[in-house]
């Protein structure tokens, strides 16, 4: 069956006929939203990060962003002493949630780097519901930030590239959901399902069934995500993502009764994370596939 999708073109989407089969939404280069809009490169440049305490000798964890870290500590790029990462994508409102999962890594030694996805106007927003082919464009800019961390990762010396974890939350959770790179050891789900509904129609799970790790937490009560949200009522949707890990070997499905989308509200979500970080730190079967 042909269907219509939306393929990136200079940031741009078109509309072309294609199956399934012959669309991969997991990978999206970054290059052409550089050469679109110069300021894209801020999102990694800007990012928001966390360096653990320790790290060339700090008496405490450094929070704020990489161009503060560059200035504060000029011999960052110099650090080789490898450290377990934890790449987050936020969602779509500000960094609040992010700061929250931001110090329990750091604190626990890990490096903490999250895109600064609103560091352009010409980042698409919204305000939900919206049609299909707009929730598409943003889905495509946040794969594209993935993108440009795999290519400039090595601007990072100190990252382990055999312990480097795709986290996300709500927006973020479905781009790294959806990232189809082998380049992470393991991926965290936050409120967001891995179903079709409103949001998608494309919710396929880019991750390897055989070797990466997955968790998944969700509140039973999410209002964009629950099993009865009415812009879902066309879509048989269970709530949560264990459907789509069915044959994953590591995955597990946390969801969280008396929760709605903000997940940090249960006392239960920072050892869920922090617990499947620790058993799977050491997990890699292959090598990264960083270059």
Known sequence: MIKLFFILSLGLFHVIGLSAQELN???IDHQPYIQEDSNFSNSFNKAFIGIPKGVLGIGEAFY???DEALVKFPNLKSYLKKLPTVLYMQGSETFKKGKIFREWLTKEGYFFFAPNTHTTKNRPTY??????AHYEKVHAYRQAE???F????KELPFVDLNRTFLMGYSEGAL?????SGDEFLGRIILSWSCEGGYYT???KVGANQQDDPFL???GQDDPYFREKNPWNSAYDNKGHCGDALFKFKHAKVVLLPNIGHDITQSPFTKNEILNFIDIFKNHRIKKSTFK
């Open 25 to 27: 939404l997991g990978k």
């Open 64 to 66: 704020g962003t990489y």
């Open 127 to 132: 305000s939900s519901p919206v049609p299909k």
């Open 146 to 148: 993935i993108s440009q």
């Open 150 to 153: 795999v290519s400039r990762i």
């Open 175 to 179: 781009a790294a959901a959806r990232y």
């Open 201 to 203: 129609d494309y919710p």
């Open 216 to 218: 998944n937490i969700i």
